[in-house]
Structure formats: C-alpha cells, structure tokens
C-alpha cells in the first residue's frame, strides 16, 4: 500500500463551523505533512509530525489545530476559519531522506 | 530570492517535442524531487536524485550538485504529460525530520 489517504475530497464549511481533515499512511512513514495550497502556488507548509510529535509550526493561525493521534493518521481541525483560508490542503509522508508521498488533497471552501 | 527557482513558467509544446525544466537552488541539500500535480490537486512523485541522473520511461531528471541545477526532460511528449511540474529540495529540519521546500512550478501543455 504506497497511498496517503485524504478525506474528504471537498469540504465547505461556514466561518462558525468546526470541521476536520483527517490523513491516513500505512507504509510505515514517521513524518508526516500538512500543507496549504492556491491556486497556481506551490504549496505551502504548515505543520510537520516526526514520530507522532509536532516538529515544526510554520506560524499558523491557531484557528488550525493538528493532531497525529497514532503513526498512520494526521487530522487537522478546523475552527472559526476565515474565507481567504480556502485551498487545496494536502498531507504528506516520508521515511527519513526518502521520496515523498502525497495525498489527493481536500479542497475547503469557507463561506 | 527563493531558495528554489524553476523555468520556464510556462510551457506549451507540439506533441512529439523534447521538453526541459530547469531547476536552480541556493541552498545544501540532501535530495532533490521532482513532482508532477494534475488539475484536481494530487502531487505525484516522479524522482527523488541526490547524484547523476535517473531515467523513467519517456522521464529522464538529472542533477549537477556543484552547480546546484537540475533539469527535467520529457522525450515525445504527449498531451497527457500537460501538467504542473514542481521541483523540490529537501531541507534537514531537526533531529530527523525533513521538510520540501517548492519551486513555483511550470505549467506544461502539450497540443496533439
């Protein structure tokens, strides 16, 4: 099994809503990626998991909220988002220097 | 200036012709990627080089680790080869973990 699971495809949710992203890997991978893309940008990081623990925060609003709960699965929740916070939100693995594995991405809209 | 720089931006192309991106950084690395993202979103991984070149099907990525280049071809292009194409570079963050850092990507389309 070489696939990052990502649900749901496409979410749409209002400014008071709490929703979650949820991210699944079973190649055994210990990092693990969440990232934030528009349109016609690269994408940008946001959070990175090594080993279940958050390794990095690339300074996001707390209104975004990560949580790797055991070394397969990554959730982002959500809550109170803004409507410039809808992207393409794509999760990530890898074992150590290795290649990459992305997810199909959830597409939010926040209305 | 961005730690990864790719081009052409965009890209159109007859089908059958040569195609190259070009990629440049600034930065030591510990691997490069080369990465494809189809309307709809989902990154696919095409190459991971740390050295010299490698070849996948009509796909060949090399890399020049004194220059800090690498190049993308596509031989006999195809409109199905009409994508996003994303270099990336692999940054050592702490203890273990690695983080990509993105080109902007060029956009590539091929017309039959």
């Known amino acids: 099994d070489t696939e990052v699971t990502q649900t749901p495809k496409h979410l749409v949710m209002g400014m008071t809503n709490k929703k979650s992203l949820k991210c699944e890997q079973h190649?055994?991978?210990?990092?693990m990626y969440w990232y934030k893309q528009k349109a016609k940008k690269p994408p940008e990081l946001m959070f990175v998991?090594?080993?279940?623990?958050?390794?990095i925060n690339e300074s996001v609003p707390s209104r975004f909220s990560p949580e790797c709960p055991n070394s397969s699965l990554l959730n982002l929740h959500l809550h109170a988002l803004q409507p410039e916070d809808s992207a393409l939100y794509l999760c990530?693995?890898?074992?150590?220097?290795?290649?990459?594995?992305f997810g199909q991405g959830t597409r939010l809209t926040v209305v | 200036k961005n730690e990864v720089e790719q081009s052409p931006q965009n890209l159109t192309a007859q089908e059958g012709e040569f195609i190259t991106i070009n990629c440049s950084y600034s930065?030591?690395?510990?691997?490069l990627h080369w990465l494809q993202q189809h309307p709809g979103g989902g990154i696919v991984s095409l190459f991971m080089?740390?050295?010299g070149k490698k070849k996948h099907g009509r796909l060949i990525a090399t890399i020049n680790i004194q220059e800090k280049h690498s190049s993308l071809h596509i031989t006999a292009s195809h409109p199905r080869d009409s994508a996003v194409y994303i270099c990336?570079?692999?940054?050592?963050?702490?203890?273990?973990?690695?983080?990509?850092?993105f080109g902007s990507g060029t956009q590539l389309t091929v017309l039959p």
């Open positions: 990530a693995s890898r074992w150590g220097n290795t290649e990459a594995f």
């Open positions: 190649m055994g991978h210990r990092a």
């Open positions: 998991y090594s080993y279940e623990k958050l390794s």
């Open positions: 930065v030591g690395i510990s691997a």
């Open positions: 080089l740390s050295s």
């Open positions: 990336a570079v692999s940054l050592r963050l702490s203890g273990s973990a690695r983080q990509l850092t």
